[in-house]
């Protein structure tokens, strides 16, 4: 029997998102030939939209697409991501600065904590959206969609590149738009609040994807997956690692705690619902469906996520930040241990990067076995070490 289509959702996370190169490099050793594209459908949101789009650039050959992203995140620097200067960061806080003290007196407003005109001058660079199309049409990939959420709608909108006769879908809270993908619509899924400027679309401006991102694997269900390979950057469990402290949290505590929720309670909240209409699909019989013309369908999945807290991983990496965003970290207890949280999104440092890569290869390859059977391929043992 001819299997379903495959999808990738790559969930956000800021720097986070390298473990995710970790995980397809994992793949591509899997992979008979690892030149074929596993995934015709890429869902990405946040930072995951940026690897989803470079997997679908690069489509017409997967193996070469792992090669660029694993090249790009083992030697990443935060001054490619957003402007990490003494200078940079220092006019930025004197803004903010000058808005919490005079804001009645000041008549334009900062935008961002953060400017991220080097990350549009690196995507500019390094893709060629024009491919997405050649790649689609020459079944290399099905579809590619970029989730990002509007600030005036409110609405999760995916907008997306498919084959012929897809159709944009509209439900509560979350629509689609299908259109040709640019480095705008990157730069917006990819937003972070707060810390990155928002982007005009169309008529709208919007932020980052995972706001009120209601259900993650949605695009990927609208787009004809039968089976999702999903990437998370956070852990499944906590339970395990619960801690208390009686001090008071720091403002980036809180912060990291607040991005947590925006990147990672969904995804998990979505697979569960996900398993359960699942086993309920799994109880009634296909002619009673058939009978009762109900459109649905069971959606075979598969979860990696980190094996490790990456909080703890960030906090051991604080250090390779440049001075002047240490500094601004630093003021709001980013740079100790609890701080973790919201220095792990910021920390575009090969140090940093290069131990979530390992880490999404080593749990990757734990799981061998099931990755081949969910992308029904067989094959000798891997090799016990990524390519860089």
Not at 206 to 232: C, N, T, W, Y
Request: proline share 6%.
């Amino acid at each position: 029997m001819q299997r379903g289509r495959t999808a990738l959702v790559l969930s956000g996370g800021g720097a986070r998102a390298a473990y995710q190169v970790g995980v397809l490099a994992a793949v591509r050793e899997l992979l008979p030939d690892p030149r074929v594209n596993p995934f015709p459908i890429l869902c990405g949101t946040s930072a995951g939209a940026i690897n989803a789009a470079a997997l679908g650039v690069y489509s017409e050959d997967f193996g070469d697409a792992v090669d660029n992203l694993l090249h790009i995140w083992r030697n990443f620097e935060a001054g490619q991501v957003y402007r990490a200067d003494p200078l940079g960061i220092g006019k930025t806080g004197a803004r903010w600065l000058m808005a919490l003290m005079f804001g009645w007196a000041v008549e334009r407003y900062p935008k961002s904590l953060l400017d991220n005109t080097p990350l549009r001058e690196l995507l500019s660079d390094k893709l060629d959206f024009s491919r997405i199309d050649r790649a689609i049409r020459r079944g290399a990939l099905y579809a590619l969609s970029v989730t990002a959420s509007g600030y005036t709608s409110g609405d999760s909108v995916a907008f997306f590149e498919g084959g012929d006769g897809m159709e944009p879908w509209k439900r509560m809270q979350r629509a689609s738009t299908r259109t040709p993908l640019k480095v705008e619509h990157l730069l917006a899924s990819s937003a972070l609040p707060f810390i990155f400027p928002a982007v005009k679309l169309n008529r709208e401006y919007f932020g980052d994807g995972s706001m009120r991102q209601l259900a993650p694997m949605s695009p990927a269900v609208h787009l004809g997956a039968e089976r999702i390979f999903i990437v998370g950057v956070g852990r499944m469990s906590e339970h395990d690692s619960r801690r208390r402290g009686d001090g008071y949290p720091s403002l980036a505590q809180v912060a990291g705690h607040a991005l947590a929720s925006i990147f990672l309670d969904q995804l998990m909240i979505d697979i569960e619902q996900l398993q359960r209409v699942n086993d309920i699909l799994g109880r009634v019989p296909p002619e009673v469906m058939a009978q009762m013309g109900l459109p649905l369908r069971p959606i075979e999945t598969l979860v990696i996520a980190p094996s490790e807290r990456l909080d703890d991983i960030a906090a051991r990496h604080v250090d390779a930040l440049p001075i002047g965003v240490r500094t601004l970290l630093g003021g709001i207890g980013g740079t100790r241990r609890a701080g973790g949280g919201l220095a792990s999104y910021l920390l575009f440092e090969k140090p940093f990067t290069r131990a979530l890569i390992d880490l999404g290869y080593r749990d990757t390859l734990a799981r061998a076995d099931d990755v081949r059977a969910f992308l029904g391929v067989s094959g000798e043992p891997p090799m016990t070490a990524s390519r860089s």
